[in-house]
């Protein structure tokens, strides 16, 4: 099987073996043009021949509709992902016509109808949902620490920061460390205030910051860089069986 991950920032594939191990797998970032950056793909998912394409995208009606006129050429079965609030793996309260692909399928790789569940996505947005016994309750979007800088950098005269390394949650006495240690401080904040609220469920993180948050949060963190592939390989293998 191959499985296609269209996040607003990058383009993520894995092709995996008939007992679900990763042999292959890449994250690319595609600068809004992932149907161009799939086509330059095309020859080595040829390659690959996996019999499926199981695909979550956040990225809306019109570049989906490229991305698919894309893959017809490889005359390979693909299907994209619909969120479905009355799940049977996992209920949701949220609405679904708006709730993101890529959200659903991260809680459904980690829901655990014995558990209280909080999962945290740390992408080109942050989410943090809050799951109980494999319903789902609802959740939060921030903009990422990278977001955020953008947007004082683009918002203000006097800050002119576009890069250095978010690392503290200390006060600053720069604005370099003002700023990096304000935005790291508004997603640790958040995360500490809602893991004081529930204080039963357990923490799980996942996305290319989860790292750089996960060390300033003051409860034990699961890392999991597999869940929204997870999450795919459950759908799927569900809908095949029912
Ligand atoms: N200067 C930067 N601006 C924006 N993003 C950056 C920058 N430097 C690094 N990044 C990385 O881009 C990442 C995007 O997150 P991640 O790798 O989890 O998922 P993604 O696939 O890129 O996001 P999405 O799924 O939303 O496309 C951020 O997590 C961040 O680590
Ligand atoms: C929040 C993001 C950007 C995270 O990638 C994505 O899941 C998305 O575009 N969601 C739609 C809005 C929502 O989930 O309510
Ligand atoms: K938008």
Not at 152 to 162: A, E, H, N, R, V
């Amino acid at each position: 099987m191959l499985w296609l991950d269209l996040g607003n920032t990058r383009l993520k594939y894995w092709l995996t073996d008939d007992i679900g191990q990763i042999v292959a797998h890449d994250a690319k970032q595609h600068l809004q043009a992932p149907a161009e950056l799939l086509m330059g793909l095309t020859d080595r998912f040829e390659r690959y021949a996996p019999d499926f394409i199981g695909i979550s995208s956040v990225l809306g009606d019109n570049l989906n509709a490229k991305v698919s006129e894309t893959l017809s050429r490889l005359n390979i079965p693909f299907e994209f992902v619909h969120v479905d609030a009355a799940h049977a793996l996992m209920k949701s309260a949220y609405n679904d016509q708006q709730l993101g692909c890529d959200r659903w399928l991260q809680m459904l790789g980690a829901v655990d109808k014995k558990k209280r569940q909080c999962v945290i996505g740390c992408g080109t947005a942050v989410t943090i949902d809050l799951i109980d016994h494999a319903e789902h309750l609802g959740g939060y979007i921030f903009p990422s620490i990278y977001l955020q800088r953008e947007s004082l950098f683009s918002g203000t005269k006097q800050i002119t920061i576009s890069n250095g390394t978010f690392d503290s949650v200390s006060q600053g006495l720069t604005t370099q460390d003002a700023v990096h240690r304000g935005i790291l401080l508004s997603i640790v904040g958040a995360i500490n205030e809602i893991s004081h609220r529930h204080p039963n469920f357990e923490l799980i993180m996942t996305g290319g910051d989860a790292a750089i948050i996960s060390q300033h949060v003051n409860r034990p963190v699961r890392l999991r860089d597999d869940l929204l592939l997870n999450g795919l390989a459950r759908y799927f293998d569900y809908r095949n069986k029912s």
